[in-house]
C-alpha cells in the first residue's frame, strides 16, 4: 500500500547549527503535507504545513520543503535548540482524507 | 485551554475488561479522529467522524473497538475484552472539514490515552 517513510531515525545536532530531517513519500495523489513535532507522553503538535501546489513554506525557525519529481519531502529547523529535540513526524494527506504518518525521526540536540 | 482534550490520560486494566476513552475536539471543529500510536511508530488511523457520521474505519479497528460520536461534539472509543495488544497511545485529533473554513485539512491533536493492558 501506500506509505510515508524517513530516511533517518535518528539525528543528532549541535545545539546552534541547522537541522534537516527527511521524508520520502509514495502516493503521488497526495496533495497536503504536515511535519509534527511529538515530545514524550504528548501528542503531535503541528509545527509546518505545505500543499502541493508549493515547493517551499517557510516558518518561524522552520522550512519546509516538498519535491515532487522525486517524492520527498524534507524539514529544515534553523539554529535547533534544547528544546527541538522530538520525535519528528510527516504526514500526507489525500484530499481530506485520513493522514498516513511515517515512523519519526528522533532528533536529539547536544549541548 | 480551547485545544484537543482527552481523558483519561493513563488506563491500566487487566485483560478482559471494558474501557473506554473520551474526546473533547476544538469545538468549531466537526471532523474528529482517532488513531493509535505504539512505542516507536507513528500514528496508525482507525476512524473518524465528520459531524455524527462515522465516515470511515480502518481494518485495524476489529470488532472489539466501537466509536461514537452522538451529538457530533465530543466522541468515546470502547475496546471490549482488552488483550495485551492493544496496550497503546490513543490519539484523537480534529479538523475542520475541506471547504469549511479557510485552514482546513490541518488535524489537532489531544495528548493521547495511554492504556496499558496486563
Partial sequence: GESVGLHLPT???QEGDNSIINCAYSNSASDYFI???QESGKGPQFIIDIRSNMDKRQGQRVTVLLNKTV?????QIAATQPGDSAVYFCAENNYGQN???????????LP | DTGVSQDPRHKITKR????TFRCDPISEHNRLYWYRQTLGQGPEFLTYFQNEAQLEKSRLLSDRFSAERPKG?????EIQRTEQGDSAMYLCASSSAPGTTSSTDTQYFGPGTRLTVL
Avoid at chain 1, 517524492?71 to 524539514?75: A, E
Avoid at chain 1, 493522514?99 to 540536540?109: A, E, H, K, Y
Avoid at chain 2, 478482559?16 to 474501557?19: A, R, W
Fill in chain 1, 71 to 75: 517524492k520527498h519531502l524534507s524539514l
Fill in chain 1, 35 to 37: 511535519w509534527y513535532k
Fill in chain 2, 73 to 77: 461534539s465530543f466522541s468515546t472509543l
Fill in chain 1, 11 to 13: 539525528l543528532s545536532v
Fill in chain 1, 99 to 109: 493522514f498516513v504518518f511515517g515512523p519519526g525521526t528522533r532528533l536529539s540536540v
Fill in chain 2, 16 to 19: 478482559g475488561q471494558n474501557v
